[in-house]
């Protein structure tokens, strides 16, 4: 069975050969690993290459973008070029187990699976932690976990059937340079027929890299200012998906918890005018969905604030929350 291990890469100098070295080392030797540079503007290509010459691994594709196209771009070049029954994705600052594909496999032969997924650390500079997930073969319940943010909805933890991707010609929403593995994984979610999981921590999630748009030491408010506009087209791309489409009462509720997810983050991030002229996308959300919602205290209070129409009150409330977080830096 061959696995397309399919790497999105972007200023990654840092980590990139431990990321590759550890797909190259894999115990399973039947794959293709498709790497896919954005066009990085430090010396990751010059390591890179380091690398690749000396493996000297057939293996290995490197496809270089001629333009900077984007995160979710960068992924679909590296979805159109495999050729694997399943595929996986590895991202550049991070890396995996010596067995990881192997115990996938074996997981997804076993239990005939359209998804396998694993569980994963977070890696800090001075420790890890382990994050268990815990299992819901259930497909409908598997796919309202996708989208209420319950369970980590990116694609590098997670073996994909690849006849599934190509049947439904599946791929990252372009230009959704922020949750672009979501904006892909739903639709996943919802085709596949059954779910596996590995329940060993096989995948690392680098938390170091300050590149990162999910890194820690990102300023939040940047990225959701950044970002908004793209924020609202994963949404607004899932609301016209399911909108055509019969889906049990579990995942339209968590659909809602994501919708009040994106509406809280831009409000208390200072766009109120990105959301108001996407209005329609937050319409249906009620009182008894905010207080359901598993978002912070403050998020709430935006989004409520929101529903009475008290405009003032979101400026107010974000400007204090931001210089509360400017504080606690200090």
């Not at 309202?144 to 690849?162: E, F, Q, T």
């Not at 329940?199 to 990102?218: F, G, K, M, V, W």
């Amino acid at each position: 069975m061959l696995v397309s291990v399919i790497i999105p890469v972007y200023n990654a100098e840092s980590y990139i050969a431990r990321c590759v070295t550890s797909v190259l080392d894999q115990s399973y030797a039947n794959l293709e690993v498709i790497l896919v540079d954005d066009c990085s503007t430090d010396s990751t290509l010059s390591v890179l290459h380091s690398v690749l010459d000396e493996r000297n691994d057939s293996r290995v594709r490197l496809i270089c973008h001629e333009c900077n196209q984007g995160s979710a771009a960068t992924r679909t070049t590296g979805i159109k070029a495999a050729h694997g029954d399943y595929m996986v994705h590895v991202d550049s600052d991070d890396w995996i187990d010596h067995d990881f594909v192997a115990k996938m496999v074996n997981k997804a032969i076993a239990s005939n699976a359209d998804i396998v997924v694993c569980e994963y650390c977070y890696e800090y500079t001075c420790h890890s932690e382990r994050c268990h997930i815990s299992e819901s073969t259930d497909n409908n319940v598997f796919l309202a976990r996708v989208l209420s943010g319950d369970l980590h909805a990116s694609l590098w933890n997670k073996l994909i059937r690849s006849s599934i991707i190509f049947k439904y010609n599946l791929s990252p929403l372009p230009g959704a340079n922020i949750l672009d593995d979501k904006s892909m994984l739903y639709k996943v979610a919802y085709y596949a027929n059954s779910i596996a999981y590995v329940n060993e921590p096989l995948y690392h999630y680098n938390r170091c890299n300050a590149a990162s748009y999910t890194s820690d030491s990102q300023n939040l408010h940047e990225t959701v200012l950044k970002n908004a506009e793209s924020y609202l087209h994963v949404l607004a791309d899932m609301s016209q998906f399911f909108s055509v489409r019969s889906v049990p009462p579990v995942v339209l509720r968590a659909l809602v918890q994501f919708r009040i997810f994106i509406l809280s983050m831009i409000l208390v991030n200072g766009s109120i005018a990105i959301v108001k002229s996407r209005k329609e996308l937050f319409c249906g959300i009620g009182w008894k969905d905010v207080l359901a919602s598993s978002v912070a205290v403050h998020y709430k209070m935006a989004v409520m604030l929101y529903l009475c129409k008290m405009w003032p009150a979101i400026g107010l409330l974000s400007s204090a929350i931001r210089h509360i977080k400017k504080i606690r830096s200090i």
